[in-house]
């Protein structure tokens, strides 16, 4: 999966590729709200956006985004 995320008002960026179902966002700005979302990819291409969650980002870095 190709990870996105996208904080309010903001625009969507790229912040990670997964071959599981988890990925580990360590480099967002604490206290922010992101929103994000994932796309399958293979060879021919990425597939469809599906929206993942809203989080706001933790007084901890390192917000853990599970893939159901």
Sequence with gaps: YAVYRIA???ESEAVGV??????????GTVGTDYHYSVRAYNEFGEGPEASVTGVLF????GTLISVM
């Design 8 to 10: 309010e008002g903001g």
């Design 18 to 27: 997964v071959e599981g179902t988890s990925f580990a966002d360590t480099k």
């Design 58 to 61: 933790p007084a901890l870095k």
